[in-house]
C-alpha cells in the first residue's frame, strides 16, 4: 500500500512560535528551486485527494481516515502520529463509496456507505451503516432489512446519527424510517456491537430533523411541511411537546436548532440578524411577550451568513466553538480563551490560509488540522498540546507543488441593475496579465458560492493559459436574505444576466479576450453555461457542461414526485404547470436552436442529483437542430466525479476542447 503520510514533516518556510514546536522538512525540501518546472499533468489535478474525513479517537491514539489510492478509497488506521498504518475496507467506487467513518470508542467505529439505486423509475441515492472494529473484525449491518416485510420498503437512508453519545462508548442514537405508514423516522438507540435497537420516540408526521439535549434526551425536532416549517420542543422530564417557533423557507423568521448545552433549557440556534444567518442562545423556559423563547445574539457577521459546525464540551457542557474557518483568523472559531490563543499560534505558524481546527481527543491534548489557502492545496496536520508539536501528516494534493499554484484574485463589480456582485478573476503565471483567453466558471448550487480556498479546477485552467472567472450571482447563498432571494424563480433571467456582466467586466478591465471566451459549468453551472449559448451567442466561442440542468419543466416535474422538495423547488425554480411558459423559455433544451456555438456536455449514468435524462435531451435538442455537440456519458458516473477515472476523462475532454476551440496563447 502506497502511503501518502509523512509523520512529523512540515514546509520549511513555515515560522515556529512560542509554545509551537514546527518539525522541519527534509533537506532536500530546502533546497533551491531548479529552472520552473512545466505544468502539472492531467493526472496531478484529477487525483482524488488522498485522504479525507481524518478523526482521532476518543484517547487520541490512533487515527481514522478514508484514503484514495489509484481510483480506489481505502478505510484506513494508524497510530496517532501516521505509523503503523492498516487498511480496514476498500472499495473501487465503482458502485459503492464511503461517505464517512467515525470513532464510537476507542476500539469501535460505523462506516457509512452511499451507492445509487433506482427508486420508482429514477436513479436516487441510498445510504447504509455498518459497524466495525478498528482492526477490521466483526463487522454488522446496523439496520438489517426486516424480515417480515417487502424489503422494496426499505428506508432510503440508514446511516442518520443524531447523538454518538460519547460518554456511553456501547450505543449511539439513530434516526430511522421503520413505520411507512407515517413516512417518517423513530428514534432508536442502537447497540453497535449486537444491532439491537430499541425506539426511543415513535415517528411524528413531517419531522425528519430530531435533536438530543447533553443528557441524551429526545428534546427538538423540526417539521416541514412544503415551504412551512416549525420547531418543537419537548419540556425537561416530560412529554409535553410544544411548539416553539413557525417559518415560511426563505424569510427572515427561519430558526434551525443545533445543539443544547449543559443546562435542558438551553438551546443553541441559527436564526437571522440584520437579513444574514446568526448564532443565537434560545432559553426555552424565558419567554417573550409574544410567548417565544428568549433569543440572545453570540455571533454575527455584517457581511456573511455564519454557519459550520458547533461542539459543546462533554467535560463542561459549555459552547467550544462554532462556525466555519475564517482565512487566517481561526480564533474566530473558538470561545475559550485557551482554544482562542491555540488556534492564534496555528494562524502564525501557517499564515494566510483556512487552518480548521477540530477532531480533538477526550481529553483535549491532540487534534486534527486541516490547512489550505489561496493557491495552497490542502494539508493535514495533528497537533499535540502537551508536546507543543504541529506535524504534518498527509498532503491532499502530493503532485500540485504549491509554488506552481497561482492562487485567486477578489474582484467586484456592478450588474446592469446597480447590484454589486462579488466574484474572483484567476490568471496565468505572466508578464502582462491582459487579453487572456477566458473560461466563466460558473458554481453549482445554485445557492451555494466560490470563496478565495484553494480550487483544483481554477488551477487547471491557469496552468493551461486561461484566465477563469468566478462570479457570485444572485441567488448564491452565504451573502445575506436579500442576495440569496433575489435569485428565487430567476434561472436563465437575471441571475444569467450577472455573468454577463461578468464576463462584459472582464473585457472592459482587459483581461480577457472578447473573441475567445468559453463558459463552463458542472450542475447548475452546467444549466448556466447552456443558457449562455442560448442567451447570449456572441459572446462564447463554446460552451461545456458536466451533469447540467436543461430542462427546467422537466426538473419540476421530477421534484413533484418527492414530497419533501416539491415546494421548495416550486419556490426556487418555478412549477411546472404554473410557471410553464418562463420556464420553456429559460430551458435549454427548449431554445436549443438559438445555439451557434460547439457544447460539450459530460454526464455520469449514475447521477442522484441531477437525471442523466436531463443530457440526453439536451443532446437530442442539439442535434436535431443540427448543432455542434459532443456526448460524453460516464458509465456509473455519479453528480461529483467521485471515481478517478471520471474525474480524469473529464478533464481530458474539457482540455482537449478548450484548446481547440479557443487555444492556449498566452496573454497579448
Not at 436531463?614 to 466525479?641: C, I, P, W, Y
Amino acid at each position: 500500500m502506497q502511503i501518502f503520510w509523512k509523520a512529523a514533516v512540515i514546509a520549511a518556510a513555515l515560522q515556529a512560535v512560542p509554545g509551537l514546536t514546527l518539525a522541519q522538512a527534509p533537506a532536500a525540501a530546502q533546497a533551491e528551486a531548479a529552472k520552473p518546472a512545466a505544468p502539472p499533468p492531467l493526472a496531478a489535478f484529477a487525483t482524488l485527494p488522498a485522504l479525507r474525513g481524518l478523526s482521532l479517537s476518543p484517547n487520541g491514539e490512533r487515527l481514522l481516515g478514508i484514503m484514495n489510492r489509484d481510483g480506489n478509497s481505502v478505510l484506513v488506521t494508524a497510530k496517532w502520529d501516521g505509523s503503523e498504518m492498516r487498511g480496514i475496507m476498500e472499495t473501487d467506487n465503482r458502485k459503492f463509496k464511503f461517505n464517512w467513518a467515525h470513532w464510537v470508542n476507542n476500539g469501535r467505529l460505523i462506516v457509512s456507505l452511499g451507492y445509487p439505486s433506482i427508486t420508482r423509475g429514477d436513479t436516487a441515492g441510498e445510504s447504509r451503516a455498518l459497524a466495525v472494529d478498528a482492526d477490521g473484525g466483526r463487522i454488522i449491518n446496523l439496520v438489517p432489512p426486516p424480515r417480515d416485510r417487502n424489503i422494496e420498503n426499505l428506508a432510503q437512508f440508514q446511516d442518520r446519527v443524531i447523538d454518538w453519545m460519547p460518554d456511553d462508548g456501547e450505543h449511539v442514537m439513530m434516526s430511522i424510517v421503520e413505520d411507512f405508514n407515517v413516512f417518517a423516522p423513530s428514534v432508536f438507540k442502537v447497540n453497535v456491537n449486537s444491532g439491537k435497537r430499541t425506539q426511543v420516540l415513535g415517528p411524528r408526521r413531517g419531522i425528519w430533523h430530531w435533536v438530543t439535549d447533553f443528557q441524551h434526551r429526545v428534546r427538538a425536532g423540526v417539521r416541514n411541511e412544503g415551504t412551512k416549517s416549525e420547531v418543537i420542543v419537548r419540556d425537561v422530564d416530560s412529554d409535553n411537546w410544544r411548539t416553539v417557533w413557525k417559518y415560511d423557507a426563505f424569510t427572515a423568521d427561519e430558526v434551525e436548532p443545533l445543539a443544547f448545552g449543559r443546562d435542558p433549557n438551553l438551546l443553541y440556534v441559527m436564526a437571522k440578524h440584520e437579513g444574514r444567518r446568526a448564532l443565537f442562545s434560545a432559553r426555552l423556559d424565558k419567554l417573550d411577550a409574544a410567548g417565544l423563547p428568549t433569543l440572545t445574539l453570540m455571533s454575527a457577521n455584517d457581511q456573511f451568513d455564519l454557519g459550520g459546525s458547533l461542539r459543546i464540551s462533554r467535560t463542561t457542557g459549555e459552547l467550544e466553538s462554532f462556525g466555519s474557518t475564517w482565512y487566517g483568523n481561526a480564533a474566530k472559531r473558538f470561545w475559550t480563551e485557551p482554544l482562542r490563543e491555540l488556534a492564534r499560534g496555528i494562524d502564525e505558524g501557517l499564515p494566510k490560509r483556512y487552518n480548521y481546527i477540530f477532531g480533538f481527543s477526550e481529553d483535549g491534548n491532540r487534534y486534527v488540522v486541516q490547512s489550505s489557502g489561496n493557491g495552497v492545496p490542502d494539508q493535514i496536520y495533528i497537533g499535540d498540546r502537551k508536546a507543543g508539536s504541529l506535524s504534518l501528516v498527509a498532503d491532499m494534493y502530493p503532485d500540485l507543488p504549491e509554488e506552481q499554484m497561482v492562487g485567486k484574485r477578489s474582484i467586484n463589480f456592478k450588474a446592469r441593475d446597480g447590484l454589486n456582485i462579488t466574484g474572483f478573476i484567476t490568471t496565468p503565471k505572466g508578464k502582462n496579465p491582459k487579453g487572456w483567453p477566458l473560461v466563466l466558471l460558473p458554481h453549482g448550487g445554485p445557492m451555494s458560492r466560490d470563496n478565495a480556498d484553494f480550487d483544483t479546477w481554477t488551477e487547471l485552467l491557469a496552468s493551461r493559459g486561461y484566465a477563469v472567472l468566478q462570479v457570485n450571482f444572485r441567488g448564491s447563498d452565504g451573502l445575506g436574505d436579500n442576495f440569496r432571494n433575489a435569485g428565487l424563480r430567476r434561472w436563465g433571467l437575471e441571475m444569467q444576466d450577472d455573468l454577463t456582466d461578468g464576463v462584459q467586466w472582464a473585457v472592459e478591465q482587459k483581461l480577457a479576450d472578447p473573441k475567445r471566451v468559453c463558459v463552463v459549468g458542472g450542475s447548475y453551472g452546467g444549466y448556466a453555461a447552456l443558457m449562455g449559448a442560448v442567451k447570449t451567442p456572441d459572446l462564447y466561442q463554446c460552451a461545456v457542461s458536466f451533469a447540467g440542468v436543461s430542462n427546467l419543466i422537466d426538473l419540476s416535474r421530477r421534484e413533484a414526485g418527492y414530497s419533501v422538495n416539491r415546494t421548495y423547488n416550486d419556490e426556487q425554480v418555478g412549477n411546472y404547470w404554473r410557471d410553464r411558459d418562463q420556464l420553456k423559455a429559460t430551458s435549454p433544451s427548449e431554445q436549443a436552436a438559438k445555439i451557434r456555438i460547439p457544447v460539450l456536455l459530460v454526464h455520469g449514468t449514475s447521477d442522484t442529483i441531477v437525471p442523466y435524462d436531463q443530457s440526453v435531451t439536451m443532446d437530442k435538442a442539439l442535434k436535431a437542430a443540427g448543432k455542434n455537440v459532443r456526448f460524453v456519458t460516464l458509465e456509473g458516473g455519479d453528480h461529483n466525479l467521485a471515481r478517478q477515472a471520471d474525474r480524469l476523462l473529464f478533464f481530458a475532454e474539457l482540455e482537449s476542447f478548450l484548446a481547440r476551440h479557443l487555444g492556449t496563447t498566452s496573454a497579448k
